[in-house]
């Protein structure tokens, strides 16, 4: 019902940039929050980055001033700029959103994934 598709990511050398996009499709009525994630092999998935549908958003420590979050409510879609890359941020990265949307004529909602585009960064 609710797809989430991202893209670019990719290898860079430290100090480099990327950019990922993750666009949600489906019978979407309104998407929450939205955010970025990460996991390497062997530990928990953690929060990169939120977005709220209104603008407001929540860093972790480790890339405040590097890395920034955006969104196009009309478009579904949201972005992670990340620059100043550096080894330790490599790792999988995960769209996330809270979605209102239709069944048939059923409003529902629920939280999605999508599946994850690698980023390496080579020292």
């Known amino acids: 019902q609710v797809q989430l598709v991202e893209s670019g990511g990719g290898s860079v050398q430290a100090g480099g940039s990327l950019r990922l996009s993750c666009a949600a499709s489906g019978s979407i009525l309104s998407i929450n929050a939205m955010g970025w994630y990460r996991q390497v092999p062997g530990k928990q998935r953690e929060l990169v980055a939120t977005?709220?549908?209104?603008?407001?958003?929540n860093y972790a420590d480790s890339v405040k001033g590097r890395f920034t979050i955006s969104r196009d409510n009309a478009k579904n879609t949201v972005w992670l700029q990340m620059n100043s890359l550096k080894p330790e941020d490599t790792a999988v990265y995960y769209c996330?959103?809270?979605?209102?949307?239709?069944?048939?004529?059923?409003?529902?909602?629920?939280?999605?994934w999508g599946r994850g585009t690698q980023v390496t960064v080579s020292s």
């Open positions: 996330n959103a809270g979605v209102r949307y239709y069944v048939s004529s059923y409003l529902t909602s629920g939280d999605y």
């Open positions: 977005i709220t549908s209104g603008g407001s958003t």
